[in-house]
């Protein structure tokens, strides 16, 4: 199993991600911090919020969503699963994301977000080792 821990984010190890991850035709919100200064110019628009004011939102410039994600994200990390290996990153990820767009305050209570999730898993499989593999 590899680990991985970046000592920190810089706009060269940033670059990467964000440009296989967002369309650059997206409009990036983030804070102030330098990296985004360096990448914002790069997509069809960039909108920052400056933290160190105490300035959260300006207009429709905010990243209250992705910290309220991430927020759920961690607590879910390191109150369930403690640790999450790169082989199933993406499937933590698009638990949590579940998570969050089926939440309560957007109107779905348990009930119907347990039946989408029951409906999800139809036809998947999800296995350890490979079905083709002895």
């Given at each position: 199993?590899r680990?991985?821990?970046?000592?920190s984010?810089?706009?060269?190890?940033?670059?990467?991600?964000?440009?296989?991850?967002v369309?650059?035709?997206?409009?990036?919100m983030?804070?102030d911090?330098?990296?985004?200064?360096?990448?914002?110019?790069?997509?069809?628009r960039?909108?920052?919020?400056?933290?160190?004011?105490?300035?959260?939102?300006?207009?429709d410039?905010?990243?209250?969503?992705?910290?309220?994600?991430?927020?759920?994200?961690?607590?879910?990390?390191?109150?369930?699963?403690?640790?999450?290996?790169?082989?199933?990153?993406?499937?933590?990820?698009?638990?949590?994301?579940?998570?969050?767009?089926?939440?309560?305050?957007?109107?779905t209570?348990?009930?119907?977000?347990t039946?989408?999730?029951?409906?999800?898993?139809?036809?998947?499989?999800?296995t350890?080792?490979?079905?083709?593999?002895?």
């Amino acid at each position: 199993m590899r680990s991985y821990h970046v000592k920190s984010v810089s706009a060269k190890n940033l670059r990467p991600i964000l440009f296989a991850q967002v369309d650059r035709a997206s409009t990036l919100m983030s804070d102030d911090a330098g990296q985004y200064r360096l990448l914002g110019p790069e997509f069809a628009r960039h909108e920052s919020v400056n933290h160190r004011i105490d300035e959260y939102v300006r207009g429709d410039a905010h990243t209250n969503t992705i910290e309220g994600y991430f927020s759920l994200l961690k607590r879910g990390i390191n109150g369930t699963y403690h640790h999450v290996s790169e082989q199933h990153l993406k499937r933590h990820l698009a638990e949590f994301g579940f998570r969050y767009n089926e939440r309560s305050a957007l109107g779905t209570e348990d009930m119907e977000r347990t039946t989408k999730a029951i409906q999800s898993i139809e036809g998947k499989r999800l296995t350890y080792r490979r079905i083709d593999a002895r």
